[in-house]
């Protein structure tokens, strides 16, 4: 068979087989949306799976998916271009921009109850600590401290609660951090704080600044917070795994949040996209920050996203304190927005150095491989992104396929 863009297509193929056969048929996951490209020549794209529950309708290419933290790279790629233009710096504190960040501490104690203790930090907050994950800020899913426990009891990452971005940053800043920033790693709402420094430094909101600055030169005409009403037919259902039940459905595409306007514009999670727009945003990180003539931001300004930022070129399995994130930690370091491939013998997987990608809670994917000038983008909607191995199979397939 002839080599279509640099892969055996026989051995493309392989991808739909297993994923029917071991997803789809078994029910494991409601759809599934794979999207292989090389040199941005797209190589294989297929559709499984019906969009809807009990609906005959298939996802298709214009099927509408929650990105998750895909929306972290957005979001990362937006403060970098303000970067750019000398309006911020890597080592700016983040209480420069945010005032509500000048008096946090280190927790030392409390909590549940009892009012928090807090120590010093050892450094102020920077801005490289957002976009890599060492702020000390967390997560209310992380489960395993009285400060993850205090976002629940807030429920300060309800996007369509009491709290807009300015709200939860006044909120996070009457809250201890769980380390000094700097000297560990985290998943965390990190992302979201970026958006909130975006937003006051810019002067617009973080959708307006997206829709202008970067889905617009893009093309990206389906990507958004909140789904335009004549698009809601478009718009996928989404489950949660739940332990003895199985699949369960967790937002209808019929009557979906999305489909609401946010309270709170998440830049670490918000986004509804679909596979050919997320695409055209990794051809433009494929093609160091331009497409078709649109110029995002400049190669020299990617090189730097996609190197390892974690202090003395650590790796994940040293630095990380998280019970979940979106990556595997051994050989996995992580830059800007980014988690970055350090080695692939410790990740024990097909990759190259510098191949730098990122996932969501919904299972989606997307790996940007600048050395094979491969980029992937995976959707389903199924939380945890835990649930299942896919996504280490499904770039054993892809590599696999290479010529």
């Not at 800043?173 to 965390?188: H, Q, R, T, V």
């Amino acid at each position: 068979m002839t080599s279509r863009a640099g892969f055996d297509p026989a051995r493309l193929s392989r991808i739909d087989a297993f994923v029917q056969e071991h997803y789809i048929d078994s029910g494991k996951l409601p759809h599934a949306q794979m999207l292989v490209a090389r040199g941005g020549e797209i190589a294989h794209f297929s559709s499984l799976g019906p969009a809807r529950e009990g609906a005959a309708k298939a996802i298709d290419e214009g099927s509408l998916f929650r990105i998750a933290s895909m929306t972290k790279p957005v979001t990362s790629i937006a403060f970098m271009m303000l970067v750019e233009e000398c309006k911020v710096a890597l080592d700016t504190p983040v209480a420069a921009v945010l005032p509500e960040f000048k008096d946090l501490g280190v927790y030392d104690g409390g909590g549940a109850g009892v009012p928090f203790l807090t120590k010093p930090c050892e450094r102020p907050m920077q801005m490289v600590d957002l976009l890599r994950h060492t702020s000390g800020l967390t997560y209310s899913f992380q489960n395993r401290s009285n400060v993850d426990a205090a976002h629940r009891e807030l429920k300060l990452e309800n996007w369509h609660g009491a709290y807009d971005l300015d709200a939860m940053v006044a909120a996070l800043g009457k809250l201890p951090l769980e380390f000094s920033p700097g000297s560990a790693w985290n998943y965390s709402v990190s992302t979201d704080v970026l958006g909130a420094v975006v937003q006051r430094l810019s002067g617009q909101r973080l959708d307006e600044f997206f829709a202008a600055r970067i889905f617009k030169p893009l093309q990206m005409d389906d990507t958004f917070f909140k789904v335009p009403e004549d698009k809601t037919d478009r718009l996928t259902d989404c489950y949660t795994f739940v332990p003895g039940k199985g699949r369960v459905m967790y937002d209808r595409g019929a009557e979906s949040a999305w489909s609401r306007q946010p309270v709170q514009l998440s830049g670490g999670g918000g986004l509804v996209s679909t596979a050919l727009d997320y695409h055209r945003f990794c051809r433009m990180l494929l093609n160091g920050g331009e497409l078709e003539g649109a110029r995002i931001v400049s190669r020299k300004t990617l090189e730097l996203m996609t190197a390892n930022h974690l202090p003395g070129n650590g790796d994940l399995a040293t630095m990380s304190r998280s019970l979940f994130s979106e990556a595997t930690n051994a050989g996995v370091g992580f830059g800007l927005g980014f988690a970055v491939n350090m080695s692939p013998a410790l990740n024990l997987l097909p990759g190259s150095v510098g191949e730098f990608y990122w996932g969501g809670m919904f299972s989606t994917a997307f790996f940007v491989d600048r050395q094979e000038e491969v980029t992937m983008v995976f959707m389903t909607q199924l939380s945890p992104s835990s649930t299942y191995p896919i996504r280490r199979e499904l770039k054993t397939l892809i590599y696999s396929a290479l010529t």
